[in-house]
């Protein structure tokens, strides 16, 4: 691969870490199936690639203040990507045309991937009903947070949950 990317063998800064496309590509390698080992490696790749051509100072630094936002306040079930630009001092479309730009998706998918790999982690906790789990990663339905789960992993939360106990077992 160094050779390949025409790299030295030696440190260097290749600028702010793309935190967001790590989080992405830990989603995608546990998503089953080729589908997901396919996803997984264009996110390598794409890491590699931002590497070697780091972005505009600029517009990473207006991602990393969003990125921020949702991290700290993914679970506002009011938070919307009109009310992050607003905060940013920035146009909707500014804020999407930079996200999509550096994280290669939109600031809507963004945010509910982050709030599905949260609720993920929750599952876990056994003491959780899938009502907390919703509102904890910012879903006011417990119903709409069902089916963005659905069509996110594959299985609705109560199948995922029974399926890493029997995992555990």
Request: net charge neutral; with cysteine; glycine share 6%.
């Amino acid at each position: 691969l160094i050779k390949t990317f025409s790299l030295e063998r030696k440190a260097w800064n290749a600028g702010v870490c793309p935190r967001e496309l790590f989080v992405k590509l830990g989603s995608e390698i546990r998503k089953p199936g080729i589908a997901g080992e396919i996803k997984a490696s264009a996110t390598g790749y794409e890491l590699l690639i931002r590497a070697k051509t780091p972005d505009c100072a600029q517009d990473t630094m207006l991602v990393e203040k969003f990125i921020s936002m949702i991290e700290t306040q993914f679970d506002n079930a009011d938070l919307t990507v009109e009310q992050i630009a607003d905060d940013l001092g920035i146009h909707r479309s500014t804020l999407v045309r930079n996200v999509e730009n550096i994280c290669r998706e939109s600031p809507q998918q963004y945010l509910t991937e982050f709030r599905m790999k949260h609720a993920m982690d929750l599952l876990h906790d056994q003491e959780l009903s899938i009502k907390e789990i919703a509102a904890r990663t910012g879903f006011s339905s417990a119903n709409y947070f069902g089916k963005v789960f659905l069509r996110t992993f594959g299985k609705t939360p109560t199948e995922m949950r029974k399926t890493a106990i029997s995992d555990t077992q």
